[in-house]
């Protein structure tokens, strides 16, 4: 008897409903950078703005790299739904700190999404993955680098204006190439 | 109709029974007094929302609106209105066929080599 389910996707269920997941957690970035974009446009923090808005986008593309990978493999991919997307922040260190936990908990998702893949034996999954495991490493780096500026510089008197400047200056560089 | 000799049984309960045609590749779903075609993605679609049917709520909500879940499968000419006795039937149904189709998957990578056999 043919095997009708494996001639449509190579994807088990529980796999294509877990990058389907991941996906939303993607989307659910996306949206939370672009919050905190507007949220720094308004307290005035002209290049922190523009930092999260680069965040944004970079989310995005990580989630149509999910979304591609499913719809490529036959799979069903799911347009998610967005929703609980925090608009309001206590305070400019506060966006850094909510920036930071939202990258850590993204790795602990490809972490576990990993796992999964190997106990299911999908390696073709597990090594797609490789390359977002990565890029976690250089989204939390960011992130924490941001957030140091913050004791480095400090808040007072106009720290708070170069630390906005100095978040552009950030960059990942782990040492390989030159 | 397909002929029978394209049409495997998957599954079968007291009340309805599930078919596989290697012929249009998909699957037959024998239930509730009808018979009808589903594509590989529409069957796990539809298992998916049976299984997802409330059933606890459907128990305790004393409207009648909640007495009976209507369900209209994508793609099908199907629609099911099901008393709650036969949404447990359906996801016995549909949970059993799945479990045979996966069964099948597995025994074709154990199994199945066009280079020797
Ligand atoms: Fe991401
Ligand atoms: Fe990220």
Known sequence: ?178 | MPTPTNLHELFRTAFGAVYQCNRYNCYFVEFAGGISPFKVADFLDLKQHVDAINVAEMAKNPARAADVYVLMPNRSERCFVLTLTEVLRFQELLQGAKAMMALNSILHECLYSPAYC
Request: aromatic share 12%; proline share 1%; charged share 30%.
């Open chain 1, 1 to 178: 008897m043919k095997d009708l389910l494996r001639m449509r996707t190579s994807l088990s269920e529980e796999i294509e409903t877990l990058l389907n997941e991941q996906i939303k957690v993607e989307a659910h970035s996306s949206a939370t950078y672009l919050a905190m974009s507007s949220w720094c446009n308004r307290q005035g923090f002209d290049v922190s703005a523009d930092y999260f808005m680069k965040q944004s986008h970079e989310e995005r593309e990580h989630m149509l790299k999910l979304f591609n990978y499913v719809s490529d493999l036959g799979g069903h991919a799911i347009s998610p739904e967005v929703v609980n997307i925090p608009q309001e922040y206590d305070s400019f260190r506060d966006v850094f700190e909510k920036a930071l936990q939202q990258e850590i908990f993204v790795t602990q998702q490809f972490n576990r999404l990993a796992d999964h893949c190997m106990k299911a034996k999908d390696f073709v999954t597990f090594n797609f993955l490789q390359w977002f495991l990565q890029e976690q490493v250089e989204e939390e780096y960011v992130a924490r680098r941001a957030l140091e500026l913050f004791d480095v510089i400090g808040e007072e008197g106009t720290g708070r204006y170069e630390i906005d400047k100095a978040i552009r200056k950030i960059s990942y560089d782990n040492g390989g190439d030159e």
